[in-house]
């Protein structure tokens, strides 16, 4: 019913900039609070970022200032710009959206299938 499909990330090296971005399609009322989360080799996934309907962020304590979230309701999209990457930054970003279903009004989460973000030093 619904899709979420992540794109931008790659390889960079220490102190580059890359941008993510997470495009939700299907069968969409509405689009509420969407985030990115990551999750490093052996390490538990955390949040990196989420944002409102309303444009309300939020973000872990190990981007902010490094990273800026922010999307496009009229493309039921999400981004996230990240600057001074670090090789702690490492891991596999994962969009996840919370939506209201077409038909069933019904709201649920959803989750992408995973970028890949290295960083090299």
């Known amino acids: 019913q619904v899709q979420l499909v992540e794109s931008g990330g790659g390889l960079v090296q220490l102190g580059g900039s890359l941008r993510l971005s997470c495009a939700a399609s299907?069968?969409?009322?509405?689009?509420?609070?969407m985030g990115w989360y990551r999750q490093a080799p052996g390490k538990q996934r955390e949040l990196v970022a989420t944002i409102t309907s309303s444009g309300f962020t939020n973000y872990g304590d190990s981007v902010k200032g490094r990273f800026t979230i922010s999307r496009d309701n009229a493309k039921n999209t999400i981004y996230l710009e990240m600057n001074t990457l670090k090789p702690e930054d490492t891991a596999v970003y994962y969009c996840k959206a919370s939506i209201r279903l077409l038909f069933t009004m019904s709201t649920q989460d959803y989750w992408g299938q995973g970028t890949q973000v290295t960083v090299s030093s």
């Open positions: 299907g069968s969409i009322a509405s689009t509420n609070a």
